[in-house]
């Protein structure tokens, strides 16, 4: 009985560590993804009729997009980045969260 009392205390353990490790990388990623989507609207001119969450997961796909390109290139961790926020601004552009202009 005890025997199964700790296997059962170890599966708990082992579970819980898991989704914690989990719940770190996505807030992880989002953060990151922030910062990528943060980066492409500074490159890009004019304004985007987009939140925060909405920044952050067009920088999180930009940045997957971009580090898997990168990877596949092997151009190196600078580059990379350059090629996630450049990703992030197409994706900006291309889903069209980008204000039309009046002039």
Request: proline content about 1%; glycine content about 16%.
């Amino acid at each position: 009985m005890e025997i199964l009392a700790l296997l059962l205390i170890i599966a708990a353990v082992s579970l819980g560590t898991m989704i914690f490790g989990l719940s770190i990388s996505i807030l992880y990623n989002l953060a990151i993804g922030l910062v990528i989507g943060g980066l492409a609207r500074f490159v890009l001119p004019g304004r985007e009729k987009i939140g925060l969450l909405g920044t952050a997961l067009i920088g999180t796909a930009g940045g997957a997009i971009g580090g898997l390109l990168g990877k596949t290139l092997h151009v190196g961790q600078f580059l990379e980045l350059g090629l996630s926020v450049a990703v992030a601004a197409a994706l900006l552009t291309a889903l069209g969260f980008r204000e039309k202009s009046l002039a």
